[in-house]
């Protein structure tokens, strides 16, 4: 049962252009969403976060968009580099259970 | 300030053997959580403490057990290890676990096991 899903294995951009990484979730309880980047050979790196209270989350060049009617959320990076080739989990937890509920994982691919 | 910190980097086991992992959470971090990822995959709940209590558990079976000390740095032991255990252990840290609700989990390097 995937209550998180990343639907796009992979993704590929130009640089300077607009990267949207879609993620879809099927538990209404969950009430924060985070977005994490992972290289190879390392940890996820904590990129964002968005609480169930709130629409749209904003820091530099990332920012994330829920829609809870239709459990969904978005990551925008603008603009993209080639640094932010990588990974990217999105990530969701339901009221006081400290558990986080994974995505798959979409790979983006920046070119320069 | 030091990141969460995981030992060892890499561990190569074979089937029936055991296995610990350790964990250093970030400075004043007083939450541990394990996540178990393998390839292709998001990371998997195992486990979560704070204050040295199990706080949650993900489906695993009762070959996976931890613990966490005073100083709040944690062990995840496996024992009876079977070949579908090799995957990458991450261990997070977040500053109350459960009782801060909604509260980012910053991970570590994590410790890749390969079980022959």
């Known amino acids: 049962d995937q209550q998180v899903k990343q639907n796009s294995p992979s993704l590929s951009v130009q640089e300077g252009r607009i990267s949207i990484l879609n993620c879809d979730y099927t538990?209404?309880?969950?009430?924060?969403f985070l977005w994490y980047k992972k290289y190879p050979a390392e940890g996820p790196t904590f990129l964002i976060s968005?609480?169930?209270?709130?629409d749209k989350n904003e820091d530099g060049r990332f920012t994330v968009f829920l829609n809870k009617s239709a459990k969904h959320l978005s990551l925008h990076i603008v603009p993209s580099q080639p640094g932010d080739s990588a990974v990217y989990f999105c990530?969701?937890?339901?009221?006081?259970?400290?558990?986080?509920?994974f995505g798959q994982g979409t790979t983006l691919q920046v070119k320069p | 300030d030091a990141g969460v910190t995981q030992s060892p980097t890499h561990l190569i086991k074979t089937r029936g053997q055991q296995v610990t992992l350790r964990c250093s959470p970030i400075?004043?971090?007083?939450?541990v959580s394990w996540y178990q990822q393998v390839l292709g995959q998001g990371p998997q709940f195992i486990f979560q403490?704070?204050?040295?209590?199990?706080?949650g558990r993900g489906n695993f079976p009762d070959r996976f057990s931890a613990r966490q000390f005073p100083n709040y740095s944690s062990e995840l032991n496996v024992n009876a290890l079977l070949l579908g255990d090799s995957a990458l252990y991450l261990c997070?840290?977040?500053?109350?676990?459960?009782?801060?609700?909604?509260?980012?989990?910053?991970f570590g390097p994590g410790t890749r096991l390969l079980v022959l």
């Open positions: 990530a969701a937890s339901a009221g006081n259970t400290g558990k986080l509920i």
């Open positions: 538990n209404s309880m969950f009430d924060y």
């Open positions: 997070a840290s977040s500053l109350e676990g459960l009782l801060a609700g909604q509260e980012t989990q910053y």
């Open positions: 403490y704070y204050e040295k209590e199990e706080r």
């Open positions: 400075s004043g971090h007083k939450s």
């Open positions: 968005i609480s169930s209270i709130k």
